[in-house]
């Protein structure tokens, strides 16, 4: 852009208001004029007359403004449309320069992105420039931009203001993109330094690599829900272009039948590398029949331990559609939305000593322990209240702290004290957890945010599963914590388990495990749009009729598993 510091040049008074950017240049010719071309048009409908001969008493097909740089303009110059190129034919024109008492807002800053000052005086002050052009022999002019004033053709100085930062490009010829240029350095000293102290700002871009997820189907009905998963999975990257490397890996009592493991090295080191793992289920009667020592582990629990997937986060919501399916009233659950954050690592899943031994008088003894630790607590408390600041803003911690003392003591005095410390723009409230799982039937609609411990998070979830209608709907998301690369190991899996009484029936409700996917798009790939464009779909579902055995009424033709898979993905294919 060429810089403006100083301009001298003839002025041609143009005294009309309201004149507007279809007077300045006609949609018409942007058809086949570009940039550079449109000067002969510039005031089309003024300049010339129906056969295209010029009107000689038109102000600027007068000799002495033919070649006029400067503009003296009525009020609200450059209304009506935002289009650069009534300044782009202005400029064409010869113009650099329009002194008017006021401008079209857009217009007014499309000048300075083209190199073209317009400069606001009071109107009697436009008015008495426009007499004196007139009256003057030479209409030439001074603008000079450094001093900020206006040397008239009598010779009188006229100061105005501009915007400071405008002045700076005009001066130095640079567009904002220009302006900005200029602090390239400072910018990518600023952001390689903020990309270390907040990696996780820097995800999306990271993660627009080709993200790996992982599916392990796992036991009972897993393999039949996380198949119309995987089906919408594939659409998300055959419709939405989702940048998802889609691998695969046999767990539980199948890997078992394949392989003689539960989980070979091979699936450890799939798991390990994966962005994102979707799982479906474990537990099965088959395991009583394995060597005890191959079911000595856990191996979901031991996932979640070796990739320290502290974080559980399951969202309960009640679809209106769905209100009728519930054991639970339909006012005491209608809008229920509720966030239960789970503590996944700790708590008596976990702690030692545990053990089951036999007695001198034949009878057994078992131990189990709940074991927490501060830190632990402290993690989980505060993922808690980060989501209440974007919710509610309002936690219930449940804990057991009038009988188990000790774990349930430190529970209530950490997440008290990190509030009282940290959050206290937060509303925290302390329950017992058997008063809670009352309150969750009675009025679940007084929870929001709802923090808990291990074993408790487990029963309060699928206690509130009644809110969302069936055990079927409720999804999950497992996270741990954030690595400095920026990424955190996830597995997303529908709250319910392996459900052997209906697997194999191809019956089982797959939208658990399909929101649990919405999740994965929200939590490990950053796609806010795509997972509510997957909620909506599932909802849409839903209203049009959906069920299968677990949410249909007597009256509902109950479908397959594979019949919600499809539709599913028809109202997904709606939101295309
Ligand atoms: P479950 O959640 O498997 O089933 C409870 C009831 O809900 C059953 O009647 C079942 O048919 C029904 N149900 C569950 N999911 C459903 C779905 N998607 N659609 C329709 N109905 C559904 O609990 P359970 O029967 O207590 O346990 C069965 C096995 O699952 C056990 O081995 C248990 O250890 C295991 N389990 C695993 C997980 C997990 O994988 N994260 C969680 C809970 C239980």
């Known amino acids: 852009m060429e810089k403006f510091e100083r301009l001298t040049g003839a002025a041609a008074p143009l005294m009309r208001i309201n004149i507007n950017t279809d007077i300045i240049i006609p949609i018409n010719r942007l058809i086949s004029y570009k940039r550079g071309e ?3 048009w510039c005031f089309e409908a003024w300049r010339y007359a129906a056969e295209g001969v010029e009107i000689p008493e038109f102000v600027l097909n007068k000799p002495r403004y033919r070649h006029a740089k400067i503009l003296v303009a009525g009020d609200n110059f450059g209304c009506g449309s935002s289009r650069e190129h009534a300044v782009w034919s202005l400029s064409d024109f010869g113009f650099r320069c329009i002194i008017a008492p006021s401008f079209g807002d857009i217009f007014y800053w499309n000048c300075f992105q083209n190199g073209l000052l317009p400069i606001r005086l009071p109107e009697n002050k436009v008015k008495e420039l426009a007499a004196e052009i007139e009256l003057t022999e030479d209409a030439s002019m001074t603008i000079d931009l450094k001093t900020l004033s206006i040397a008239t053709p009598t010779g009188r100085e006229i ?8 002045r700076e490009a005009l001066l130095e010829g640079l567009d904002d993109i220009g302006m900005t240029l200029k ?46 998963v995987q089906r919408v999975v594939e659409w998300f990257m055959a419709k939405r272009r989702l940048a998802i490397e889609l691998r695969e890996e046999l767990f539980g009592i199948s890997a078992w039948k394949a392989y003689g493991e539960l989980m070979r090295k091979e699936t450890w080191d799939e798991i390990v590398a994966a962005d994102a793992i979707l799982f479906g289920a474990i537990g099965s009667p088959e395991y009583g029949q394995l060597p005890a020592a191959a079911r000595e582990v856990d191996q979901l629990l031991r996932i979640r331990k070796e990739l320290d997937l502290f974080c559980n986060l399951r969202p309960v919501r009640t679809l209106a559609a769905l209100r009728a399916c519930s054991t639970l009233r339909p006012d005491v659950i209608e809008g229920c939305d509720l966030m239960i954050v789970r503590e996944l690592c700790g708590g008596i899943y976990f702690g030692t000593p545990r053990a089951r031994e036999k007695l001198a008088d034949g009878s057994e003894r078992a131990v189990n322990t709940c074991m927490y630790t501060t830190a632990e607590i402290e993690r989980i408390a505060r993922t808690a209240f980060e989501l209440a600041r974007v919710r509610s803003g309002r936690v219930c911690s449940v804990d057991k702290s009038n009988v188990l003392t000790e774990t349930g003591g430190l529970w209530r005095d950490t997440v008290q004290t990190l509030r009282d410390r940290h959050y206290q723009d937060i509303s925290l409230s302390h329950m017992y957890v058997d008063n809670c799982a009352m309150q969750l039937v009675r009025a679940p609609k007084q929870f929001d945010v709802l923090l808990t411990e291990n074993l408790f998070g487990d029963i309060l979830s699928d206690c509130a599963a ?68 997957l909620e909506g779909a599932v909802a849409a579902a839903i209203s049009r009729g959906a069920r299968t055995a677990d949410i249909a009424q007597p009256r509902d033709n109950a479908i397959s598993t594979k019949t919600m898979g499809d539709a599913v993905l028809k109202e997904l294919e709606q939101t295309q």
């Open 159 to 166: 100061a105005f203001t501009t915007d400071p930062e405008r």
């Open 466 to 533: 009644m809110v969302a209608g069936s055990l079927g709907m409720l999804p999950s998301a497992s996270m741990g914590p954030l690595r400095p690369d920026g990424g955190r190991h996830a597995l997303y899996e529908p709250i319910h388990g392996s459900a052997p009484d209906i697997a194999g029936k191809g019956i089982a409700n797959p939208l658990g495990a399909i929101m649990s996917f919405a999740l994965c798009l929200r939590y490990s790939l950053g796609l806010p749009q795509e997972a509510d464009r």
């Open 38 to 40: 449109l000067g002969p």
């Open 183 to 228: 602090f390239d350095a400072q910018i990518r000293n600023h952001q390689s330094r903020d990309r270390k102290a907040r990696p996780w700002i820097y995800r999306r871009e990271e993660t627009s690599r080709v993200a790996r997820v992982l599916i392990l189907a796992g036991d009972g009905i897993g393999s039949e829900i996380v198949a119309e």
